[in-house]
């Protein structure tokens, strides 16, 4: 018996199928998904999955076939025959074309077991898309289950107005992509200690905002710069209103805050981490701060929400790198996806507008701290709703944000279009970090025309 019978399968018989396929054959300049579907359409019978063997017939039949979308149909059929095919098609249908692009085939080494037929490794940029950490991660990011609990506090979202802000003054306010809500557990472990997580866009919803009017928080440095920037624009534009627009900075950024480095402490507890790689980057650490506590002590996260950010960035990034991860140490993206808001997560960096608010130049910044006062008409008082890594908060009013995050250079577009075409000092031209870094030292105000506000409009598909 050849590798087709006499069956009849959903309308045809094997014989049928047979010259079919007979009728595909080419010479191609390698094995291609065309080859593979084919393959896979005579295998599939024998299968027994005359569902999946219709589908592809029919994808076959058409002017111009998918022959990926075949061959990956086929594969849901080949699951035990292929090795790896089931594992990577557990979470439904979002990994088909995945699984069809990892398809390996050697085409003299076909037959009923499949041959030499496997699934590629995925690459990094496939495993980790929008850059969560440096070192290749072991699963998908999309596969890493994050138990988030968002602050049910938090003020109801509001669909920004753009038209309103015509003739109005933009400035960036730059911040990291985390939100406001509880990590509760991470990759199936539950923290015995819950980590509350406060920062991002949604400060601007919280009640932070609803006690104090505090549209964002940074260190006193930069809030004073921004409240004084502010000040500036205003008088310059005849008394404008001046607009913080949140643009949201790399994925790495959360790192910075004192909770990203809690829930690093927490998944450490879980990590089957030897006693001699503790011992080591313990000795790691303490080239940072001579006063670490140690990888292991109960009073490890007291001890990361009062120490300097530099010694957090330290900590997370310490296992940032093949060796730590090897050796089973928490991965840094998976601790940073615990702390980012979702809907950032899919996001490049760069990107402005989620949340927006009207800034109140000169009406009294917010402390945490009593020992922050100091004379002068800029001071009001104590924060209500103190951040837990920042030290001072800027007063303003919530106006909502956008739908879809728009590029900062179509927003700022003054200083992109300023900078184009410019180079660096060794003659290269300005990438769009340089760009970015320019933008937040300078603190360039956009005035938002109406050519500005249609291309956005444009954009989130409002004018079409």
Known sequence: MGLLDQNTYQGGTNAQWADYVDSLKVTPMSFTAMDAAKFIAEATPIIGDAMAAKEIYDELQKDNPNYKYAAGLGALALVGIIPGVGDALKKGGRGLLDVVNRIEVDPNALGMSGGNIRLKPPTKEELDPYGFQ??????????????????????????????????????????????????????????????????????????????????WASKKGIISRIDNNAAKLQEANNGADIVGISLGMSPDAVDFADFTSEVMAEMVKFAPIKKSDVIQYDQYMKAYDPNWVGLESPDLRPYLKMVKPDIRKAFIRGMDNRAMQDAGFPSPAMIRKSVTDPNQVNMGSGMAGLSVGKINPKSGLLYNNAKDFKKGSNIQGLAQVPHSTYDTQIKGEYLGGVETPVYQGEVFKDLWDS???????AGKPLNNAHKTHALKTKMSGQLLTEEILQNIMNAQGLLR
């Open 134 to 215: 440096k070192t290749k991660m072991d699963i998908p990011l999309s596969d890493v289950d994050v138990d988030f609990t968002l602050d049910p506090n938090l003020s109801p979202k509001k669909k920004l107005d753009l038209e309103s802000l015509e003739g109005k003054v933009a400035v960036p306010l730059m911040g990291d992509r985390s939100s406001v809500g509880t990590v509760k557990g991470l990759l199936g472990n539950t923290f015995e200690n819950p980590v509350d997580v406060g920062g991002g866009i949604d400060f601007m919803r919280s009640g932070a905002n609803q006690l104090d009017d505090a549209i």
């Open 419 to 425: 900078m184009s075409g410019k180079t660096t000092k």
